[in-house]
């Protein structure tokens, strides 16, 4: 019972959340890996596109802690694992938001 009343008495550090945009570089690579994956069909291709809409608005309109552009798979990959493990430099290994036209997913 000691043990149970010590354990609440811990402070627990606050969170701190990394608001995180994974973008693509353009609006027609997105379509076009979509597409080129074979394993979509038309209705699911535009319900992820719709998807997609609504994240890249939210992208332009609010911002993000850090945006990585996924046009380098290896590039991407090094820069998740350096902000969600925390690595030294993470604060600063994003990349800058590319102009994505949101009409080009009608």
Not at 49 to 60: F, M, S
Request: with cysteine; aromatic share 4%; proline share 7%.
């Amino acid at each position: 019972m000691l043990q149970l009343r010590a354990k609440a008495h811990l402070q627990t550090p606050p969170l701190e959340p990394v608001f995180l945009f994974l973008s693509p570089p353009d609006v027609p690579t997105l379509r076009k890996r979509l597409a080129g994956r074979g394993t979509e069909t038309e209705e699911s291709i535009r319900k992820r596109l719709d998807a997609a809409r609504a994240e890249i608005k939210y992208a332009l309109e609010t911002g993000h802690d850090i945006v990585i552009v996924n046009d380098d798979v290896e590039v991407s990959k090094a820069q998740l694992e350096k902000v969600a493990l925390g690595l030294e430099g993470w604060e600063t290994c994003g990349d800058k938001l590319p102009a994505l036209d949101v009409s080009q997913l009608d």
